[in-house]
């Protein structure tokens, strides 16, 4: 084993109730009394998802927040879907694992489908800044890694996740590739990799985005099978396995 080696809107950020943003304008009002300013369109694209997103966390609670609190303290994990590490640093300081698996290809996708996605250009445009922020991630999690807590992981978690034992995990969070297929195979590959007892959990449950439903779909179909029993299906979904 190699050891060291989204989010949706709902709706677009032009002409929503929350931003009202058109075309050619140089600053941009909310509703809240915020202004989005910003040369480019797609600049202001981009600070009203960022205003969107802090916006649904003040209103709908910090659905992220709960679900670090039911997972167990001192416990094995893994984030598939790292990107910046943001939600593995929150993982490490609430959760405060024995071992954290943080399993990413930081590869830019340059198939047909993935434009929208920010591995595949809404946000990165070429592999030099994925191999970037792969080295970031490293940078961040030095200290981790040095102890042993955190390991690194490149490469599709499909693949990555068969090199692991089985029921190995305490618990398993998935937020990586969201079209159906690649969520239905984490789910399959990992669900052998949890502990019984132990939680399968993601995100992006009951979003649409640029995978058009794929994590709902997967998640769906996979709880109608017997390996794993819904705990809750909210946008953070847990399923726990029996
Ligand atoms: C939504 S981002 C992850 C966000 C991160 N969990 C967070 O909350 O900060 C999706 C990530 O999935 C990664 N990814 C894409 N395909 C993947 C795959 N087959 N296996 C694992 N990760 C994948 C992308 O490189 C990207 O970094």
């Not at 593995?88 to 996605?117: C, I, M, N």
């Not at 946000?123 to 940078?139: G, P, W």
């Not at 990586?176 to 195979?185: C, D, I, P, S």
Request: charged share 30%.
């Amino acid at each position: 084993m190699q050891v060291r080696a989204e989010r949706p809107l709902g709706q677009g950020a032009k002409g929503n109730v929350y931003g009202g943003l058109s075309k050619g304008d140089s600053s941009v009002s909310t509703c809240l009394g915020h202004s989005l300013p910003g040369p480019g369109r797609a600049a202001r694209r981009l600070r009203a998802r960022r205003f969107l997103r802090r916006f649904r966390k003040v209103f709908a609670g910090d659905e992220r927040g709960d679900l670090l609190n039911l997972l167990p303290k001192g416990s094995v994990g893994a984030e598939i879907g790292v990107w910046r590490g943001d939600f593995s640093s929150r993982l490490l300081s609430v959760v405060r694992p024995a071992r954290l698996h943080l399993v990413d290809p930081w590869k830019f996708e340059t198939s047909s489908g993935y434009e929208r996605s920010r591995y595949g250009g809404a946000v990165v445009k070429n592999q030099a800044e994925m191999d970037a922020i792969y080295e970031t991630v490293l940078r961040r999690f030095a200290q981790e890694a040095e102890t042993g807590v955190v390991l690194v992981h490149r490469g599709p978690s499909a693949q990555i996740g068969m090199r692991f034992d089985d029921a190995y995990f305490d618990w398993v969070y998935i937020d990586g590739n969201h079209l159906y297929e690649y969520v239905k195979r984490d789910l399959e590959v990992f669900a052998t990799k949890v502990k019984p007892g132990g939680l399968l959990t993601g995100d992006d449950y009951g979003v649409r985005g640029w995978w058009e439903h794929g994590v709902t779909r997967a998640v769906d179909e996979f709880v109608t099978g017997s390996a794993c029993e819904p705990v809750r299906l909210r946008r953070q979904f847990v399923l726990r396995k029996v």
